[in-house]
Nanobody, 124 residues
């Protein structure tokens, strides 16, 4: 099992920036891709971004293209999400997820390990 712990969430004003992190531990050798999802009350998990662990191939959800940047430090087992130009609609709990498939994209069923989430709130 891969244990994932998110951090860095908080309150930010519209147009501001925030960087959230995820550290992976445990059986990380099986991880081929990591991703960020987000969830608001009453909604399903929304795909944010994915990065393949070895090649660094990146795929973004439409709602964050041009504003968010996913990155990883594979030697530290760290995943990051740099969020710029934040909007109130970005308010959500952000979850880190790991997949054994390098090309996993926006389906939650492709991700076998999940963190507890970190709250990001964007105020108007």
């Amino acid at each position: 099992q891969v244990r994932l712990v998110e951090s860095g969430g908080g309150l930010v004003q519209t147009g501001g920036s925030l960087r959230i992190s995820c550290v992976a531990s445990g059986r990380t050798a099986s991880t081929a891709a990591m991703a960020w999802f987000r969830q608001t009350p009453g909604k399903e998990h929304e795909f944010v971004a994915r990065i393949s662990w070895n090649e660094g191939s990146i795929y973004y959800g439409d709602s964050v293209k041009g504003r968010f940047t996913i990155s990883r430090d594979k030697w530290k087992n760290m995943l990051y999400l740099q969020m710029d130009s934040l909007k109130p609609e970005d308010t959500a709990v952000y979850y880190c997820a790991a997949s054994r498939l390098a090309y996993s994209d926006n389906s939650t069923v492709l991700y076998n390990d999940w963190g507890q989430g970190t709250q990001v709130t964007v105020s108007a």
